[in-house]
């Protein structure tokens, strides 16, 4: 969907009310921004060509590993300017040409930085020479996201809808580097690329069944942390991909250690943060904000201690109970030690296994 040349005045009046704002600047930058998609498609027959004549990436040019690493950079933020404007405009067809403020300062976030991408990936074609690290540090983030009190819907929207193409051109980049893989090294950098593709599928795969089965307010995080997590990690793993020397420092070695290296799914941030979404949710549905609990984080697990000193049982009970909601399980309670028994609720947010549990006195047990 594309924005009216001359929005009618109808429109106009509703978007003031509304206190939108004009998208003209916009959709300047989304027409300029999809020269991205032919330097995309160039940067693929490259691709395709190292992949026909047996030509490894590890051993690519310089200026041929910066045309397919800016190439994917531009693709992907015009892809997700282009959905966010898209999401809008189909939502509120009264006010097409006009967007909230949030929405329209992350389109522009986007939009804004692929002309950059698609000269420099024009200069890697035309420059044998060229090499893109002597410019900037790489691997680089998105953009940062809008932060703002209520994301709109359609940030949502606009996210699921771009997350095919992202995950599908990812796999035929790994596939072409997988399949000119000659070392051992080499063979540990395309499995800890394909795991961490494989982790944001999963987030993505999670945040669009939550988002299909109809809009949840104490969902909404979980939904929204989940598809930021898998287009951060296929913005990562796509630049790794198309420049695979970046690797020499041996990234993976470092997640394994910390789980901190990429900040993505299964490393502690991740967990932190999946941890903040699920007590978000379970504040919305009635837990008591200001309880006494004590959180435990590694890469794939999230435990919470909900502490009994000067806390009645009824109190705690209630609390694990809200945590137990969230999480779509019941509790149970299983002996402990000296007369006492533990309440426990165990399950999965996201993609973390959690465990929230408080210990109760022989008095305090259910009869």
């Given amino acids: ?12 009046l509703r978007a ?17 921004g999809r020269a991205a998609y032919d330097e995309l498609m160039a940067a693929e027959l490259v691709r395709e060509d190292q992949v026909v004549d047996q030509v490894t990436p590890w051993a690519a040019t310089q200026a041929v590993s910066s045309q397919l690493l800016a190439a994917w950079n531009g693709f992907v933020l015009q892809t997700l300017g282009e959905a966010l404007l898209d999401a809008d405009y189909a939502a509120d067809k009264a006010t097409v040409g006009f967007v909230p ?52 819907a359609e940030h949502v929207t606009a996210m699921m809808s771009a997350a095919p193409a992202l995950r599908a051109r990812v796999d035929a980049a790994l596939y072409a580097l ?34 299909s089965a109809g809009r949840d307010a104490n969902l909404s995080g979980t939904t929204e942390t989940n598809f930021k997590r898998a287009l951060e990690t296929w913005f990562y793993v ?16 470092t997640s394994a250690q910390t789980g901190t290296s990429t900040d993505t799914g299964g490393s502690i941030t991740g967990a932190l943060q999946t941890a903040t979404a699920m007590v978000e949710s379970a504040t919305k549905l009635g837990a008591n904000p200001t309880m006494d609990i004590s ?17 009645p049982a009824n109190d705690r009970r209630a609390l694990l109970a809200v945590y137990a909601r969230v999480l779509n399980i019941h509790p149970l309670e299983s002996p402990f030690d000296r007369g006492r028994t533990q309440l426990e609720a165990t399950g999965t947010f996201g993609t973390y296994k959690v465990k929230i549990w408080t210990l109760l006195e022989g008095k305090d047990r259910s009869k």
């Fill in 238 to 253: 796509g630049q790794l991909a198309a420049m695979p020397r970046l690797l020499a420092s041996r990234p993976w070695e």
């Fill in 295 to 311: 959180i435990k984080v590694d890469k794939e697990t999230i435990e919470l201690h909900i502490h009994s000193y000067k806390v």
């Fill in 101 to 152: 403020e949030a929405t329209h300062g992350q389109a522009y976030a986007w939009l804004s930085e692929v002309p950059e991408w698609i000269a420099r990936a024009r200069q890697a074609r035309a420059d044998p020479g060229y090499d893109l690290t002597a410019d900037i540090d790489l691997p680089l983030r998105l953009p940062a996201w809008i932060v703002v009190e209520s994301l709109p």
């Fill in 178 to 211: 997988e399949h000119t893989t000659v070392t051992e090294e080499q063979t540990q950098a395309v499995n800890w690329l394909k795991k961490l593709a494989s982790q944001a599928a999963a987030a993505a795969d999670y945040a669009g069944a939550l988002h």
């Fill in 16 to 32: 003031a009310l509304a206190g939108e704002r004009d998208t003209a600047t916009l959709e300047a930058l989304r027409s300029a």
């Fill in 1 to 12: 969907m594309t924005q009216p040349s001359k929005p009618p005045l109808a429109a106009k």
